[in-house]
């Protein structure tokens, strides 16, 4: 039996050729979906095979184990992702098929004073964000983006917005398993790393509703509601920091979201933007239905909420419940573990034993997908019970119904998914990616400009602040190490670093375009995002590079 370990310098000998030819899987992806215009999944699919080819005539990888390398990723990309996306959809469709929804439009027309754009900022960033705190791989961009474009945003600006706004809540996404991630494999305390990023991330987060004002209404957005762009980002950053350093890594970003929400409503009580009339006629929506006051009942207003006061609600119980019964424990209990069929018995590390990757975990019962799920039902029987005479009724076969009807549209984003993954798997396990890190930690001093880069180029390969930190937390700890310094600083800026790649991933382009009704055209999403990715980079850089040095003072 022939067995396999990945070697950061295969190409020649020399770990920068290795780390150029492992970038070509990657160039393939985004020259087919910019240049050649085509779609994501063919863009996905042509990446895939490249990843193959260098993988084999590169990198030394047996072709079969290649190719079972992407049989592994393309099943974690069906279950769970996959799964979350299609229950995401699903659930946002309980509210649009029971006639809820307009009821909710006008709640949050309510909340944000009547201003679509602050709306959008409050449903993107902070009730996003929230979802990102519990949930997380997708699911807050399906459902924020779907729910941004039924409030009149063009479908194109509603994508560009949520991938926006997904950034600063990455870090410490569903329950900060990133960062508790990056210290299991490292051996450092999560809490600390968590400190760090919570000094990195606020910087982030106060940047970013002022970007959404930009891409939203441009200067006049930005003249017409400033103060509560500040308003929303401060308070968010200030208690991200304040969470991560004295209270809990882990609910950083429900403590967050909640109290930006808060200083939102407290500020629009006092305070209401200009140019609010403007923008929706702007829009081509109609105005007068806000200004006329129409009584909107207080059960209307709770009926509209439910959906997402359950899926609050059950994933609360499902990640943090431990009184009495520690419900997350018995949830991770019921996952099966299997060992993929002969990537684990024939990839091993250079000690000989073999790769951590190689076991698939088939979370059945403890997938946010599947909580959503249960959030789905939850509501379906609520609006079937209590339809107010039939004005709002569902019916659970109605319900259950459009699970297909979701599936079947977002099935060539699905594919993009899968290919995405099944590249990520194959450029893993074959050492493309890591030889990459590797090159760039052998640039010396400089590297702590560069290692978010690293969370950056991981977060976009695989779609996942998590994956990212799994690929690159032992590389920063130990460049960091030789650099001479703290581990923990590079460790928390490879997870800084990959909230502002997420935008760009092709899981999140096609979870994006699927969700807003643009299929087939994520290369104009990504030619939109790109420039706010690379330019948030840089302010990351530079501040990692900064409190390496001067900054020390400011690392926890």
Sequence with gaps: MDLFTATTDAVGGSAGLSALVALIPLVTFFVMLLAVKARAHTSALAALTAAVLVAWLAFGM??????????????????????????????????????????????FDRIGGGDLRIQAILIAFCFGGLLEALAGFGAPVAITATMIMALGVKPLRAAVTVLLANTAPVAFGALAIPITTAGTLTGEDPAHIGAIVGHQAPFVAVLVPFILLWILDGVRGLRDAWLAALVIGVSFGVAQWWSATHFSYELTDIVACLVSLGAAVLLLKAWRPRGARRFKERLGLPVGEAEAGEPLRPVRVWMALLPYLVVVGVFAVGKLWTL??????????????????????????AEGTPIAGATYTFSWLSSPGTMLFAAGLIVAVAYTLFSEGGRYRLGIPTALAQIWVCAHRMRWA????????????????????????????????????????????????????????????????????????????????????GVVGKMISPQSLAIAATAVRMEGQESEIFKRVLPWSLGLLLIICALVFLQSTVLAWMIP
């Design 62 to 107: 047996p072709l079969e184990l290649a190719l079972l390398s992407g049989t592994q990723g393309a099943a974690f990309g069906a279950f769970p992702i996959v799964w979350i996306i299609v229950m995401a959809l699903w659930f946002y469709e309980l509210t649009v098929r029971s006639g809820r929804f307009e009821d909710l439009r006008r709640t």
């Design 324 to 349: 009495g019964a520690d419900v997350p424990r018995a949830l991770a209990a019921t996952d099966l573990k299997v060992p993929w069929p002969v990537i684990s018995e024939r990839i091993v590390t």
């Design 414 to 497: 699905a594919l993009t998914i899968v290919a995405v993954l099944a590249l990520a798997y194959v450029m893993n396990f074959s050492g493309q990616t890591v030889s990459v890190g590797v090159y760039l930690a052998s640039l010396g001093g400089v590297f702590a400009f560069l290692s978010p880069v690293l969370g950056w180029l991981g977060t976009a390969v695989t779609g996942s602040d998590t994956s990212a930190n799994a690929l690159f937390s032992n590389l920063q700890h130990t460049a960091a190490t030789n650099a001479g310094i703290d581990p923990n600083l590079l460790l928390a800026a490879n997870t800084s670093g």
